[in-house]
């Protein structure tokens, strides 16, 4: 099929270079002539593992373009996958959504042409889309016959593992008020859905899957089923750092209680890793979208604002905890193991990083931060943080008063912590991840404070 994506963010171009991979036709288009220009020389502009790999695979059937008649012209399905950033009230900026559905109505023409939803954008996007596309489409293009539709495919990819996330999805959803619609998305998505093609050799398909589960809703349902999952996700790691606080004070363990729960099927055992809490672009996002919507409605949505004070409540707890540590937070070298808002992407987002070095800073302490990956963004876009830079993890212990494990990239599991106490100034470290061995940085003389377990 010939589609086009409009949006080359994260997941604009995941699902552009899966679907190119699965054998469609994808035109990408952006308003960014530099991010066009870097993808038209085969650069990827963003962090994500095997991206560029599956692109190379590809590349034959991909398209980059910053020209709307380009991509739109001979489209079959147009994924809307542009940035609903929030907005200070809460809601979602849906400019981006709004001129990308007017280029739709100026330059489709196709016979019959399958609009699809992928940003995440408020319960009713779709119909407003529908209204936006009919409008324009109706101005310009007077005595054409294209007939077109509105359709609401959510993704749920995460940054870092985007492209198994898409390639072995646990569901495809697709909601839309018309059957045809959703057929063409079924079909579309064929080769996924019954695991018809080759897998490649650097994502191997994962033993005994078979297929992916296509579910199709109402417009609304779809809508709402993307911000109903990223808010149960949300509260389920805050409802874990509750119960971790509790566990510190009693003298338990949150690591095994979080296996004694998560064994339990009803349950399940992931999205139960305690610490510093979520971050990224999503789940704040979408969990103050649903609150906003609630409030549309007349609703109080407590569960969902319970799980975003918790979540923030992490960030200033451990900087109460270094507080209590240190007594004195003036003039202390504080280092940060990570500032991506979790591992395996560069994106810093709301990460836990930036608003723990803030705090610090505000109290007067240095901070100095090694990245494996994220550290040239931070540069860039936190460029009016006073944060210091070190080039090596291992130089983030030199002289420090405290190190902070913030992001659990596994290198820092394997740092010689033998060696390193003895650089420190104070041999404390406080585990924000509840990632690292605890027995050995504990054999090596260093004082490990751990969230969610009793020191
Ligand atoms: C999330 C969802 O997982 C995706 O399904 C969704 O499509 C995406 O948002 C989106 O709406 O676009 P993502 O933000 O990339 O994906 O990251 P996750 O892997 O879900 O992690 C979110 C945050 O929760 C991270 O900061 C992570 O460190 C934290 N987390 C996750 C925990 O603190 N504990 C856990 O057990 C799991």
């Known amino acids: 099929m010939k589609v086009a994506i409009i949006g080359t963010g994260y997941v604009g171009l995941t699902t552009g270079v899966s679907l190119a991979f699965l054998g469609h036709d994808v035109t990408c288009l952006d308003v960014d002539e530099s991010k066009i220009s870097a993808l038209n020389s085969g650069l990827i502009p963003i962090y994500e593992p095997h991206l560029d790999e599956l692109m190379k695979l590809a590349r034959h059937r991909l398209k980059f373009t910053t020209q709307a008649s380009d ?3 001979a489209a079959q399905v147009v994924f809307i996958a542009v940035g609903t950033p929030s907005l200070p009230d809460g809601k979602s900026n849906l400019s981006y959504l709004k001129s990308a559905a007017q280029s739709v109505g ?3 023409a196709a016979p019959h042409v399958v609009i699809v939803n992928k940003s995440t954008v408020p319960i009713g996007s779709g119909n407003w889309v529908e ?3 009919r409008d324009e489409y109706r101005e310009k293009n007077i005595r054409k016959s294209s007939e077109f539709s509105v359709a609401s495919n959510p993704e749920f990819l995460r940054e870092g593992s985007a492209l198994s996330d898409m390639l072995y999805a646990d569901r495809v959803v697709v909601g839309a008020d018309h059957a045809a619609s959703i057929q063409v998305l079924r079909d579309l998505y064929q080769p996924l859905l ?3 093609f080759d897998a490649p050799s650097f994502l191997p398909r994962p033993e005994n899957f078979k297929a992916v589960h296509f ?3 109402d417009l609304q349902s779809a809508e709402l089923i993307k911000y109903a999952a990223n808010a149960f996700l949300a509260l389920k790691v805050s409802f874990i750092n509750e119960v971790a606080e509790l566990s510190e004070k009693v003298g338990a ?11 339990d099927a009803r349950i399940g055992n992931r999205f139960l890793q305690a610490g510093l809490g979520w971050g990224g672009s999503c789940f704040g996002k979408d969990t103050l979208a649903l609150i906003s919507t609630g409030q549309e409605y007349g609703l109080n949505m407590p569960i969902t604002q319970a799980a975003r004070e918790v979540n923030f409540r992490q960030r200033r707890r451990l900087v109460e905890i270094l507080a209590g540590e240190l007594k004195i937070l003036k003039g202390k070298r504080i280092g940060l193991l990570g500032l991506a808002f979790k591992p395996n992407t560069d994106d810093l987002r709301d990460s836990p990083a930036l608003e723990i070095a803030r705090m610090l800073l505000d109290r007067g302490a240095q901070v100095v931060a090694f990245d494996p990956i ?5 540069q860039k876009e936190w460029s009016d943080v006073d944060l210091r830079y070190a080039d090596r993890a291992e130089d983030v212990f030199v002289e420090a008063d405290a190190v902070v494990h913030v992001t659990e990239w596994p290198e820092f599991r394997t740092l010689p912590y033998e060696a390193l106490k003895s650089v420190m100034r104070v041999p404390l470290v406080v585990d924000g991840r509840v990632g690292l061995d605890r027995d050995r940085l504990v054999s090596a003389g260093l004082k490990v404070i751990v ?3 009793s020191s």
Do not use: Y
Request: hydrophobic letters at 50%; glycine letters at 12%.
């Open 71 to 73: 991509a739109l012209g």
């Open 253 to 263: 363990d949150i690591v095994s209680i979080a296996r004694g729960i998560g064994l």
């Open 451 to 453: 969230l969610g377990k």
């Open 106 to 108: 100026q330059f489709m």
């Open 131 to 133: 209204s936006l596309v």
């Open 194 to 196: 019954e695991q018809t």
């Open 374 to 378: 994220a550290m040239k963004r931070a």
């Open 215 to 217: 579910l199709s809703t």
